[in-house]
Protein backbone atom coordinates (compact mmCIF):
# COMPACT_ATOMS: atom_id res chain seq x y z
CA UNK A 1 0.00 0.00 0.00
CA UNK A 2 1.31 3.08 -0.86
CA UNK A 3 0.99 6.43 1.07
CA UNK A 4 -0.63 9.31 -1.16
CA UNK A 5 0.19 11.91 1.64
CA UNK A 6 4.07 12.96 1.51
CA UNK A 7 5.88 12.74 4.63
CA UNK A 8 6.69 15.78 6.39
CA UNK A 9 10.35 14.97 5.24
CA UNK A 10 9.49 15.41 1.49
CA UNK A 11 7.86 18.74 1.69
CA UNK A 12 10.86 19.84 3.73
CA UNK A 13 13.26 19.02 0.72
CA UNK A 14 10.57 20.36 -1.77
CA UNK A 15 10.55 23.69 0.08
CA UNK A 16 14.19 24.11 0.11
CA UNK A 17 14.52 22.80 -3.60
CA UNK A 18 12.54 25.65 -3.68
CA UNK A 19 14.46 28.10 -2.09
CA UNK A 20 17.77 26.91 -3.71
CA UNK A 21 15.98 28.14 -6.88
CA UNK A 22 15.15 31.17 -5.85
CA UNK A 23 18.60 32.52 -5.06
CA UNK A 24 19.84 30.73 -8.32
CA UNK A 25 16.98 32.47 -10.38
CA UNK A 26 18.03 36.05 -8.75
CA UNK A 27 21.63 36.08 -9.86
CA UNK A 28 22.73 39.16 -11.98
CA UNK A 29 24.02 37.43 -15.63
CA UNK A 30 26.43 39.38 -18.41
CA UNK A 31 26.34 39.05 -21.57
CA UNK A 32 27.95 35.92 -23.17
CA UNK A 33 29.81 38.72 -25.77
CA UNK A 34 31.58 39.89 -22.24
CA UNK A 35 32.19 37.04 -20.61
CA UNK A 36 33.64 35.36 -24.00
CA UNK A 37 35.86 38.56 -24.59
CA UNK A 38 37.06 38.91 -21.15
CA UNK A 39 38.37 35.28 -21.59
CA UNK A 40 39.74 36.06 -25.10
CA UNK A 41 41.54 38.87 -23.48
CA UNK A 42 42.78 36.64 -19.91
CA UNK A 43 44.44 34.62 -22.98
CA UNK A 44 45.84 37.18 -24.94
CA UNK A 45 47.36 39.19 -22.16
CA UNK A 46 49.01 36.61 -20.47
CA UNK A 47 50.02 33.90 -23.74
CA UNK A 48 53.63 35.42 -23.46
CA UNK A 49 54.20 33.83 -19.89
CA UNK A 50 52.44 30.71 -20.58
CA UNK A 51 55.30 28.00 -21.24
CA UNK A 52 53.32 25.18 -21.65
CA UNK A 53 51.65 27.38 -25.08
CA UNK A 54 55.14 29.23 -26.16
CA UNK A 55 57.50 26.28 -25.54
CA UNK A 56 60.53 26.69 -23.26
CA UNK A 57 63.96 26.99 -24.53
CA UNK A 58 66.28 24.13 -23.47
CA UNK A 59 68.72 26.00 -21.85
CA UNK A 60 65.53 27.79 -19.15
CA UNK A 61 64.20 24.41 -18.66
CA UNK A 62 64.72 23.18 -15.16
CA UNK A 63 63.28 19.29 -16.38
CA UNK A 64 65.31 18.88 -19.14
CA UNK A 65 68.41 17.13 -18.51
CA UNK A 66 71.84 18.38 -19.47
CA UNK A 67 73.64 16.39 -22.09
CA UNK A 68 76.99 15.85 -21.05
CA UNK A 69 79.78 17.26 -24.12
CA UNK A 70 81.89 14.86 -25.71
CA UNK A 71 84.85 16.69 -27.13
CA UNK A 72 85.85 14.60 -29.69
CA UNK B 1 -4.06 21.91 -4.32
CA UNK B 2 -1.72 19.48 -2.27
CA UNK B 3 1.27 21.87 -0.53
CA UNK B 4 3.67 18.99 -2.37
CA UNK B 5 1.96 19.81 -6.08
CA UNK B 6 2.54 23.97 -5.46
CA UNK B 7 5.95 23.32 -4.68
CA UNK B 8 6.73 21.15 -7.89
CA UNK B 9 5.30 24.11 -9.69
CA UNK B 10 7.12 26.43 -8.07
CA UNK B 11 10.35 24.75 -8.45
CA UNK B 12 9.36 24.14 -12.24
CA UNK B 13 8.32 27.48 -13.04
CA UNK B 14 11.81 28.99 -11.07
CA UNK B 15 13.28 26.59 -13.54
CA UNK B 16 11.69 27.72 -16.45
CA UNK B 17 13.11 31.55 -15.25
CA UNK B 18 16.74 30.08 -15.15
CA UNK B 19 16.40 29.12 -18.31
CA UNK B 20 14.71 32.35 -20.06
CA UNK B 21 17.19 34.71 -17.57
CA UNK B 22 19.87 32.32 -19.43
CA UNK B 23 18.71 32.65 -23.02
CA UNK B 24 18.24 36.44 -22.31
CA UNK B 25 22.03 37.01 -22.34
CA UNK B 26 23.05 34.63 -24.89
CA UNK B 27 23.70 37.62 -27.59
CA UNK B 28 26.48 35.34 -29.11
CA UNK B 29 28.11 32.15 -28.46
CA UNK B 30 32.06 31.69 -27.84
CA UNK B 31 32.59 29.84 -30.96
CA UNK B 32 31.42 33.00 -32.69
CA UNK B 33 32.87 35.35 -30.24
CA UNK B 34 36.47 33.44 -31.64
CA UNK B 35 35.76 32.71 -34.78
CA UNK B 36 38.83 35.66 -36.14
CA UNK B 37 41.01 34.03 -33.43
CA UNK B 38 44.03 31.52 -35.06
CA UNK B 39 43.95 28.32 -33.69
CA UNK B 40 46.91 27.24 -30.87
CA UNK B 41 49.65 25.27 -33.20
CA UNK B 42 50.40 21.81 -32.34
CA UNK B 43 51.04 21.57 -28.71
CA UNK B 44 54.05 18.62 -28.24
CA UNK B 45 55.62 18.22 -24.97
CA UNK B 46 57.65 15.45 -24.31
CA UNK B 47 58.39 13.30 -20.97
CA UNK B 48 60.93 15.39 -18.97
CA UNK B 49 61.00 12.88 -15.91
CA UNK B 50 59.26 9.60 -15.11
CA UNK B 51 58.49 9.04 -11.49
CA UNK B 52 58.91 5.40 -10.62
CA UNK B 53 58.44 4.40 -7.33
CA UNK B 54 54.64 3.28 -6.34
CA UNK B 55 53.66 -0.24 -6.75
CA UNK B 56 50.12 0.16 -7.72
CA UNK B 57 47.85 1.89 -9.53
CA UNK B 58 48.19 6.11 -8.88
CA UNK B 59 44.59 7.77 -8.40
CA UNK B 60 45.51 11.05 -7.36
CA UNK B 61 48.04 13.72 -7.57
CA UNK B 62 48.80 17.84 -6.25
CA UNK B 63 51.64 19.88 -6.95
CA UNK B 64 52.92 22.12 -4.06
CA UNK B 65 52.90 25.70 -4.31
CA UNK B 66 56.36 25.79 -4.63
CA UNK B 67 56.41 24.34 -8.20
CA UNK B 68 58.63 21.72 -7.77
CA UNK B 69 57.17 19.17 -5.07
CA UNK B 70 54.45 17.52 -5.56
CA UNK B 71 52.61 14.51 -3.61
CA UNK B 72 50.70 10.91 -5.15
CA UNK B 73 48.79 8.95 -3.64
CA UNK B 74 48.29 4.97 -4.80
CA UNK B 75 46.35 2.13 -3.34
CA UNK B 76 49.83 0.30 -2.70
CA UNK B 77 49.11 2.49 0.39
CA UNK B 78 51.95 4.82 0.08
CA UNK B 79 51.53 9.05 -0.22
CA UNK B 80 54.39 10.02 -1.91
CA UNK B 81 56.25 13.17 -1.99
CA UNK B 82 58.65 13.86 -4.85
CA UNK B 83 61.09 16.67 -5.94
CA UNK B 84 60.20 16.71 -9.58
CA UNK B 85 63.67 18.00 -10.76
CA UNK B 86 65.32 15.12 -9.13
CA UNK B 87 63.14 12.27 -9.23
CA UNK B 88 63.93 11.65 -5.81
CA UNK B 89 61.45 10.69 -2.97
CA UNK B 90 61.35 13.26 -0.42
CA UNK B 91 58.57 11.69 1.86
CA UNK B 92 57.02 7.93 1.66
CA UNK B 93 54.28 8.41 3.91
CA UNK B 94 52.90 4.47 4.79
CA UNK B 95 48.98 4.95 5.38
CA UNK B 96 46.36 3.34 7.83
CA UNK B 97 44.38 2.73 4.39
CA UNK B 98 45.48 1.36 0.82
CA UNK B 99 42.05 2.58 -0.34
CA UNK B 100 42.95 6.15 -1.06
CA UNK B 101 41.23 8.24 -3.62
CA UNK B 102 42.51 11.56 -3.49
CA UNK B 103 45.44 13.33 -2.07
CA UNK B 104 46.64 17.63 -1.57
CA UNK B 105 49.43 19.57 -0.47
CA UNK B 106 48.53 22.58 1.71
CA UNK B 107 49.48 25.95 0.41
CA UNK B 108 52.57 26.75 2.70
CA UNK B 109 53.98 23.35 2.43
CA UNK B 110 53.73 21.77 5.63
CA UNK B 111 51.17 19.36 5.34
CA UNK B 112 49.39 16.94 3.11
CA UNK B 113 46.06 15.22 3.04
CA UNK B 114 44.74 12.35 1.59
CA UNK B 115 41.39 9.77 1.85
CA UNK B 116 39.50 7.11 0.22
CA UNK B 117 36.95 4.27 1.28
CA UNK B 118 37.59 4.78 4.73
CA UNK B 119 35.38 7.80 4.26
CA UNK B 120 38.18 10.20 6.55
CA UNK B 121 40.18 12.60 5.77
CA UNK B 122 43.53 12.18 6.93
CA UNK B 123 46.33 15.62 7.91
CA UNK B 124 49.73 14.46 7.87
CA UNK B 125 52.53 16.91 9.26
CA UNK B 126 55.71 17.03 6.69
CA UNK B 127 57.38 19.71 9.81
CA UNK B 128 56.96 17.98 12.42
CA UNK B 129 60.15 18.38 15.31
CA UNK B 130 61.76 14.94 14.83
CA UNK B 131 61.56 14.60 10.61
CA UNK B 132 59.23 11.87 11.15
CA UNK B 133 55.83 12.39 9.18
CA UNK B 134 52.86 11.43 11.68
CA UNK B 135 49.27 11.85 10.99
CA UNK B 136 47.90 15.25 12.62
CA UNK B 137 44.48 14.62 12.56
CA UNK B 138 41.91 12.09 10.93
CA UNK B 139 38.81 13.59 10.13
CA UNK B 140 35.79 11.96 10.39
CA UNK B 141 31.53 12.63 9.43
CA UNK B 142 31.35 12.03 6.01
CA UNK B 143 29.30 8.31 5.41
CA UNK B 144 30.57 7.79 1.93
CA UNK B 145 34.16 7.77 0.68
CA UNK B 146 36.46 10.65 0.18
CA UNK B 147 36.72 12.04 -3.14
CA UNK B 148 38.69 14.97 -3.03
CA UNK B 149 40.38 17.08 -0.63
CA UNK B 150 41.71 20.70 -0.99
CA UNK B 151 43.46 22.94 1.70
CA UNK B 152 42.31 26.57 2.19
CA UNK B 153 45.48 27.36 4.45
CA UNK B 154 46.66 24.94 7.49
CA UNK B 155 43.74 25.23 9.57
CA UNK B 156 41.19 24.50 6.98
CA UNK B 157 40.61 21.94 4.42
CA UNK B 158 37.23 21.09 2.03
CA UNK B 159 36.11 17.87 1.43
CA UNK B 160 34.03 15.79 -1.76
CA UNK B 161 32.61 12.26 -0.71
CA UNK B 162 30.13 9.61 -2.03
CA UNK B 163 27.89 10.52 0.64
CA UNK B 164 26.76 13.57 -2.19
CA UNK B 165 28.33 16.19 0.40
CA UNK B 166 31.75 18.88 1.14
CA UNK B 167 32.51 19.66 3.96
CA UNK B 168 35.11 22.66 5.66
CA UNK B 169 36.60 21.36 8.33
CA UNK B 170 38.57 23.14 11.23
CA UNK B 171 41.67 21.12 11.33
CA UNK B 172 42.92 22.59 14.49
CA UNK B 173 40.00 21.24 16.37
CA UNK B 174 39.07 17.94 13.69
CA UNK B 175 35.51 19.26 13.49
CA UNK B 176 32.90 19.80 10.41
CA UNK B 177 32.77 23.85 10.23
CA UNK B 178 30.18 23.87 7.39
CA UNK B 179 28.16 20.90 5.43
CA UNK B 180 27.63 22.35 1.71
CA UNK B 181 24.54 19.74 0.65
CA UNK B 182 22.64 19.76 -2.50
CA UNK B 183 23.84 17.65 -5.02
CA UNK B 184 21.72 14.09 -5.69
CA UNK B 185 24.72 11.88 -6.39
CA UNK B 186 28.21 11.37 -5.49
CA UNK B 187 30.37 14.44 -5.29
CA UNK B 188 33.87 13.08 -7.24
CA UNK B 189 35.71 16.23 -7.48
CA UNK B 190 36.45 20.06 -6.03
CA UNK B 191 38.35 22.66 -6.96
CA UNK B 192 38.67 25.97 -4.90
CA UNK B 193 39.01 29.65 -6.59
CA UNK B 194 41.81 31.63 -6.74
CA UNK B 195 40.82 33.80 -4.43
CA UNK B 196 39.60 31.17 -1.96
CA UNK B 197 36.40 32.85 -1.74
CA UNK B 198 34.44 30.13 -4.09
CA UNK B 199 34.40 26.60 -4.63
CA UNK B 200 33.38 24.65 -7.46
CA UNK B 201 32.14 20.68 -7.21
CA UNK B 202 31.33 17.83 -9.77
CA UNK B 203 28.96 15.32 -9.41
CA UNK B 204 27.29 12.06 -10.07
CA UNK B 205 23.95 14.02 -10.76
CA UNK B 206 25.58 15.35 -13.61
CA UNK B 207 25.85 18.69 -12.56
CA UNK B 208 28.43 21.42 -11.18
CA UNK B 209 27.66 23.58 -8.22
CA UNK B 210 29.49 27.15 -7.42
CA UNK B 211 29.58 27.37 -3.61
CA UNK B 212 30.04 30.41 -1.12
CA UNK B 213 32.33 29.44 1.61
CA UNK B 214 31.59 31.74 3.80
CA UNK B 215 28.14 32.65 3.27
CA UNK B 216 27.79 28.39 2.84
CA UNK B 217 25.30 28.77 0.64
CA UNK B 218 24.94 27.10 -3.00
CA UNK B 219 25.02 29.93 -6.01
CA UNK B 220 24.61 28.47 -8.89
CA UNK B 221 24.24 25.15 -10.43
CA UNK B 222 25.44 23.84 -14.20
CA UNK B 223 23.72 21.30 -16.16
CA UNK B 224 24.19 19.67 -19.55
CA UNK B 225 26.39 16.74 -18.96
CA UNK B 226 25.17 13.39 -19.81
CA UNK B 227 26.91 11.36 -17.15
CA UNK B 228 29.12 11.56 -14.01
CA UNK B 229 31.46 14.69 -13.78
CA UNK B 230 34.86 13.21 -12.67
CA UNK B 231 36.78 16.16 -13.10
CA UNK B 232 36.77 20.08 -12.09
CA UNK B 233 38.51 23.18 -12.18
CA UNK B 234 38.71 26.89 -12.76
CA UNK B 235 39.71 28.78 -15.82
CA UNK B 236 42.95 30.62 -13.83
CA UNK B 237 40.75 34.07 -13.55
CA UNK B 238 38.02 32.44 -11.58
CA UNK B 239 35.18 33.72 -13.84
CA UNK B 240 35.06 30.19 -15.71
CA UNK B 241 34.63 26.46 -14.24
CA UNK B 242 35.37 23.54 -16.79
CA UNK B 243 34.58 20.26 -15.91
CA UNK B 244 35.01 16.68 -17.75
CA UNK B 245 33.05 13.74 -17.78
CA UNK B 246 32.27 9.94 -17.83
CA UNK B 247 30.44 11.47 -21.20
CA UNK B 248 33.60 11.87 -22.65
CA UNK B 249 33.32 15.74 -23.00
CA UNK B 250 34.87 18.82 -20.97
CA UNK B 251 32.65 21.76 -20.88
CA UNK B 252 33.91 25.38 -20.05
CA UNK B 253 30.75 27.33 -17.84
CA UNK B 254 31.27 30.89 -17.67
CA UNK B 255 30.46 32.10 -14.04
CA UNK B 256 29.18 35.67 -14.47
CA UNK B 257 27.05 34.42 -17.63
CA UNK B 258 25.83 31.69 -15.50
CA UNK B 259 25.90 29.18 -18.52
CA UNK B 260 28.30 26.89 -20.52
CA UNK B 261 30.39 28.24 -23.64
CA UNK B 262 31.43 25.24 -24.79
CA UNK B 263 31.86 21.65 -24.84
CA UNK B 264 35.39 20.04 -25.93
CA UNK B 265 34.38 16.69 -28.24
CA UNK B 266 35.53 14.67 -30.71
CA UNK B 267 33.69 12.12 -32.43
CA UNK B 268 36.81 10.04 -32.01
CA UNK B 269 37.03 9.80 -27.90
CA UNK B 270 33.98 7.73 -26.81
CA UNK B 271 35.86 7.04 -23.55
CA UNK B 272 35.41 8.82 -20.13
CA UNK B 273 37.46 11.95 -19.01
CA UNK B 274 39.39 11.42 -15.53
CA UNK B 275 40.97 14.54 -14.81
CA UNK B 276 41.58 18.17 -16.13
CA UNK B 277 44.01 21.14 -15.60
CA UNK B 278 44.48 24.20 -17.41
CA UNK B 279 47.73 26.01 -18.56
CA UNK B 280 48.64 28.87 -16.66
CA UNK B 281 47.30 31.46 -19.20
CA UNK B 282 43.94 29.21 -19.35
CA UNK B 283 44.33 29.05 -23.44
CA UNK B 284 44.76 25.14 -23.06
CA UNK B 285 43.54 22.64 -21.61
CA UNK B 286 44.79 19.19 -20.60
CA UNK B 287 42.67 16.31 -20.12
CA UNK B 288 43.22 12.51 -18.82
CA UNK B 289 41.02 9.99 -20.40
CA UNK B 290 40.21 6.36 -19.83
CA UNK B 291 41.89 5.49 -22.82
CA UNK B 292 45.30 5.98 -21.30
CA UNK B 293 45.62 9.28 -23.42
CA UNK B 294 45.81 13.33 -21.95
CA UNK B 295 44.16 15.55 -25.09
CA UNK B 296 45.15 18.96 -24.85
CA UNK B 297 42.73 21.19 -26.38
CA UNK B 298 42.89 25.10 -27.56
CA UNK B 299 40.35 25.85 -24.83
CA UNK B 300 38.81 29.12 -26.78
CA UNK B 301 38.41 26.91 -30.24
CA UNK B 302 37.48 23.94 -28.45
CA UNK B 303 39.66 21.86 -30.84
CA UNK B 304 42.78 19.14 -30.09
CA UNK B 305 46.09 20.59 -30.53
CA UNK B 306 48.08 17.76 -28.70
CA UNK B 307 48.09 14.76 -27.55
CA UNK B 308 50.07 13.22 -24.61
CA UNK B 309 50.65 9.56 -25.31
CA UNK B 310 53.05 7.88 -22.98
CA UNK B 311 51.09 5.88 -20.34
CA UNK B 312 50.26 1.89 -20.48
CA UNK B 313 46.80 2.15 -18.43
CA UNK B 314 44.44 4.86 -17.33
CA UNK B 315 45.11 8.27 -16.72
CA UNK B 316 43.76 8.97 -13.50
CA UNK B 317 45.03 12.30 -12.35
CA UNK B 318 46.78 14.98 -13.87
CA UNK B 319 48.11 18.79 -12.77
CA UNK B 320 49.99 22.13 -13.93
CA UNK B 321 52.61 23.22 -11.61
CA UNK B 322 51.96 27.19 -10.69
CA UNK B 323 54.43 28.46 -12.75
CA UNK B 324 52.75 26.53 -15.44
CA UNK B 325 56.11 25.34 -16.24
CA UNK B 326 55.51 21.51 -16.39
CA UNK B 327 52.43 19.19 -16.33
CA UNK B 328 52.25 16.07 -14.17
CA UNK B 329 50.60 13.00 -15.29
CA UNK B 330 49.64 9.97 -12.72
CA UNK B 331 48.23 6.75 -14.23
CA UNK B 332 47.16 3.05 -12.95
CA UNK B 333 50.46 2.04 -14.25
CA UNK B 334 52.10 3.17 -11.48
CA UNK B 335 53.79 5.75 -12.92
CA UNK B 336 53.66 9.78 -13.07
CA UNK B 337 55.29 11.63 -15.39
CA UNK B 338 56.32 15.61 -15.83
CA UNK B 339 55.82 16.95 -19.52
CA UNK B 340 57.01 20.56 -21.05
Redesign the interface.
Known amino acids: MSSTMPSSNNIAQARRTVQQLMIEASIERIKVSKASADLMHYCGEHAKYDPLLMGIPASENPFKDKKPCAIL | M???EE??K??DN??D??TE??K???????QE??AG?TL?GR?Q?KT??TLRGHLAKIYAMHWGTDT?LCVSASQDGKLIVWD??TTNKVNAIPLKSSWVMTCAYAPSGNMVACGGLDNMCSIYNLKGKDGNVKVMRELAAHTGYLSCCRFLSDSEIITSSGDCTCILWDIETGTEKTIFA?HLGDCMSLAVSPDFKMFISGACDFTAKLWDIREA?????FSGHESDINAIGF???G??VITGSDDATCKLY?L????E?ITYQDSGIMCGVTSLAP??????L?AGYDDFNVNIWD??KAERVGVLAGHDNRVSCIG?SS?????CTGSWDSFLK?W?
Open positions: GEMLREALKQIARVVQDTTLAVTVVLRKKTLGTCRQTFPNNADRADQLSLSGRLLMLVDGMACIN
